[in-house]
């Protein structure tokens, strides 16, 4: 696979940034692609590995050294293929993926692992240049209808592979417009929205039906999901986590999601009153994972006086920990691009007072520095430590606390069981109510764009054997047998 030699003669090299400076003053992606020559030589990287771990590593068991190897031949249209082959989206998770294939990379044991993402993002970017990625509508429709129910990357997904096997498919969406946490949930500085809108573009002429400010549930009524065939519940894991914390009704405690989802609708015209705005404000993030992360890019772009982010865990190790050996997912410090743009970050502290004036405004936050106790067989303790106490200047608090689980509006509507973590129980994707599948972080959990994908896939390979007695939609990795890219 790709060059014999390619791993000894060639290092690692990753798309590069505009400068800060530069890229703070707008919402737009600020990557430099690396030219063909460079992609090349970094698909040339992958060895022929006697069993190629990135496979296990990425949820959808993409053919990494196939289409590694031919862009190493120069052969674009036929690492497209096989990209398409397993994944639905390469343009969203070669930009938005943590690339769990990378960490799982052979080369990775001795040296940096091979750009996978990278190259990815590469080869899709080159399919839609070239005019590679064209609608293909299903020659036969079975006459079987599928309402499929949230529109983020699991339903997308769940869409197009049941639309392949001939099923007529409509889409349902809460929001006004198609995508899920892709559209609104995710800054345009790390996916710009005309990337979703021309992959949209490519399902409706398959024939696909979208419909927007539809929620199931609510305006529209879950008995009318009786005239569907099947249903494939993915609206995703919805209900935010917040803090039982003094003060926590502050005006300025934020929710980091509508924070975010508000600042990308104004960019496109939308009319937000009252928008939330991080413009010479001392603004905190609470929370350390990617949604922090996108807080204090948004909050450097509108101008913050200043940007703290706190992490109640203790800090990661700037290496793989021996407690995450190769090729587990590791325990490693992750400094994000925005993170490189300004902020202060802190690690094993908690908040113990929103501190807020007469008029009800924040004003200040108090915190504790913390420590975790390990008991052999017991949960880690939280140990707050004395004399530790601070207070903090803060108008604006982000709380980038991730998500407890699903809405229950429509597992009560329609009877569905769900798990202690209020997931909706679905044993091979199909729920108690049989003609009902649910996929993506509603069924899991909060999670990953690419474990959405995933769900999204695997679950219309049970919906199409539910309706139709057996499928050729294809298992996980093995590549799609109706993929006609």
């Known amino acids: 696979m790709g060059k014999i030699t390619g791993f000894k003669e060639f290092e690692r090299q990753d798309e590069k940034y505009t400068e800060v400076k530069d890229r703070v003053k707008n919402y737009k992606e600020f990557t430099v692609p690396l030219n063909e020559s460079e992609i090349t030589e970094q698909g040339s990287r992958c060895m022929d590995c006697g069993i190629p771990f990135c496979h296990s590593g990425c949820p959808l068991g993409n053919l990494i050294p196939d289409f590694n190897h031919m862009v190493y031949q120069g052969e674009w249209q036929k690492a497209s293929w096989l990209l398409h082959s397993t994944n639905n989206f390469p343009e969203f998770t070669g930009r938005l993926c943590p690339a769990p294939c990378e960490k ?51 339903g997308l997904a769940a869409a197009q592979q049941l639309n392949r096997a001939g099923h007529l498919v409509t889409v349902f969406e809460r929001d006004d417009a198609i995508g899920g ?55 995703g894991a919805t209900v935010r986590r917040s803090l039982p914390t003094p003060g926590i009704d502050a005006i300025g405690v934020v929710q980091a999601m509508d924070f975010l989802t508000q600042q990308t609708k104004v960019l496109f015209g939308k009319e937000i009153k009252d928008q939330v705005m991080a413009t010479d404000k001392n603004v905190i993030v609470i929370g350390g994972g990617d949604t922090g992360s996108d807080c204090v890019g948004t909050s450097n ?56 004036d007469k008029d009800g405004k924040l004003t200040a936050l108090k915190t504790i520095n913390v420590e975790w106790k390990m008991v052999p067989g017991q949960r880690p303790q939280l140990i707050e430590i004395e004399g530790t106490e601070k207070t903090w200047p803060c108008d604006l608090a982000l709380l980038a606390l991730g998500f407890t689980g699903p809405e229950a509006t429509l597992s009560d509507q329609l009877g569905l069981e769900t798990d202690v973590r209020s997931n909706y129980k679905a044993t091979k994707y199909q729920t108690n109510v049989p003609n009902i599948f649910a996929a993506g972080d509603m069924r899991r959990g909060q999670s990953l764009i690419v474990w959405a994908i995933s769900e999204g896939r695997e679950a219309a390979r049970e919906v199409d054997r539910f309706l139709m007695g057996r499928t050729n939609l294809a298992t996980k990795g093995s590549g799609d047998l109706l993929s006609v890219h």
């Open 301 to 356: 772009r509108h101008g913050a006086k200043s940007v703290v982010n706190f992490e109640i865990m203790p800090k990661p190790p700037g290496h793989r920990s021996p407690t995450t050996p190769w090729p587990y997912w590791p325990l490693q410090l992750k400094t994000t691009s925005s993170h490189k743009e300004g902020v202060e970050r802190n690690w094993l502290i908690n908040t113990k007072e929103f501190i807020k």
């Open 104 to 154: 799982s990379c052979v080369l990775g044991i001795i040296e940096d692992p091979v750009s996978i993402e990278n190259i990815e993002k590469s080869i899709v970017e080159r399919a839609f240049k070239e005019g590679w990625i064209k609608p293909h509508p299903p020659k036969v429709r079975t006459g079987k209808t599928i309402a499929v129910v949230g529109s983020g990357p699991a």
């Open 181 to 235: 946490l892709l559209r609104y949930g995710i800054p345009n500085f790390k996916m710009e929205k005309g990337i979703i809108d021309r992959r949209l573009a490519i399902l409706i002429a398959e024939g696909i039906i979208f419909k927007t400010n539809v929620n199931v549930g609510v305006n529209y009524k879950v008995e009318d999901l009786k005239a569907f065939d099947a249903v494939v519940l993915c609206g």
